[in-house]
Structure formats: C-alpha cells, structure tokens
C-alpha cells in the first residue's frame, strides 16, 4: 500500500499563485510516474501535469505554460507549480502514483484524497 499525502491547495485570486506538494510513503520499490489530476463539479477527472522517473514530463494543453510540474529532493515527492490561475482552473487536485509496492513489487495505482483549489475572478 502507499499513502499520499497532499497540501497546498487553497483560496486564491485569478492571476495568483499557488503551489501542491505530495509524499508518498509505504513499501515503495519504484516509481514509474507521479501525476496531478483534478475534477471539477460535474465534470470528469482530468489529466493535469506528470513526470516519470526519468524525468519526462506531460501537461494538460490548458495549463501549459503556466503550470509546471517537478519532482522534490526525495524521490518520493512531487510538487506542481501552478501560475497566472484562472477560474476555470477551480477544482479538486489530486495527487497520482504509479509504480511498484511492497515486498511482492506489484504495480499499483494510487490516488490521494485531494485538495481544493478556488480561483476567484
């Protein structure tokens, strides 16, 4: 099993700044790709930002160029930097895992329990 634990999230007005950080913790043998994902009311989650173990990053077309995605000093961090925000970007973050876990290194798939964030315009 792996835990992720999310902050950041927050009240902000269009054009501000806000930053998420996630952990992982658990029984961790390796990381394919960590992620952000958010779900807006009504709608469906969608893709925000990843990056694997590699180093390679993915966005969103919408948050391109104002969001940027990196992982901490430990390995089993990643943080998301989101820039010039905008109403539309109003949602819950969440926080993905994928890699391999506990002593049998099974694949799995993990999910935080995710953070609001609240563009005001």
């Known amino acids: 099993q792996v835990q992720l634990v999310e902050s950041g999230g927050g009240l902000v007005q269009a054009g501000g700044s806000l930053r998420l950080s996630c952990a992982a913790s658990?029984?961790?043998?390796?990381?394919?790709?960590m992620g952000w994902y958010r779900q807006a009311p009504g709608k469906q989650r969608e893709l925000v930002a990843t990056?694997?173990?590699?180093?390679?990053?993915n966005y969103a077309d919408s948050v391109k160029g104002r969001f940027t995605i990196s992982r901490g000093n430990a390995k089993n961090t990643v943080a998301l930097q989101m820039n010039s925000l905008k109403p539309e970007d109003t949602a819950v973050y969440y926080c993905?895992?994928?890699?391999?876990?506990?002593?049998?290194?099974?694949?799995?798939?993990?999910w935080g329990q995710g953070t609001q964030v609240t563009v005001s315009s």
């Open positions: 990056i694997t173990s590699g180093g390679s990053t």
């Open positions: 658990g029984i961790i043998f390796s990381i394919n790709a």
């Open positions: 993905n895992f994928q890699g391999q876990v506990g002593f049998a290194r099974n694949m799995g798939d993990y």
